[in-house]
């Protein structure tokens, strides 16, 4: 059974930092793709950023690229979310989502894609 384990949120002010870790276990973490969504209260969950098998290959919403990274360690079976310049808008649950591929170099950025998903993270940006 695949499960996974966010960590990392919090209460922080605009301009601040976060790194959000998603712990994964069962499974081969190595081929998984990979991607975090967040969702705001009233809203629909939407796609941040994903990753592929290999990890060279990474895909940003326009809202977060520039401020946000992907990446993951194989080695420690997690993928982490570094949010730099946090801004108010950025406040939302955030879910770390996998799915097995055998293409390397594949990112996915529909929810529908992902069949394994953690339980989120609250993060919220003060003004």
């Known amino acids: 059974q695949v499960q996974l384990v966010e960590s990392g949120g919090g209460l922080v002010q605009a301009g601040d930092s976060l790194r959000l870790s998603c712990a994964v276990s069962?499974?081969?973490?190595?081929?998984?793709?990979l991607s975090w969504f967040r969702q705001a209260p009233g809203k629909e969950r939407e796609f941040v950023a994903a990753i592929s098998r290999s990890g060279s290959r990474t895909v940003y919403d326009d809202s977060v690229k520039g401020r946000f990274t992907i990446f993951r360690e194989n080695a420690k079976n997690t993928v982490y979310l570094q949010m730099n310049s946090l801004k108010p808008e950025d406040t939302a649950v955030y879910y770390c989502?996998?799915?097995?591929?055998?293409?390397?170099?594949?990112?996915?950025?529909?929810?529908?894609?992902?069949?394994?998903w953690g339980q989120g993270t609250q993060v919220t940006v003060s003004s």
């Open positions: 069962g499974g081969t973490f190595s081929a998984y793709a």
């Open positions: 989502a996998a799915r097995s591929t055998g293409y390397t170099w594949s990112v996915y950025s529909s929810a529908r894609e992902y069949n394994y």
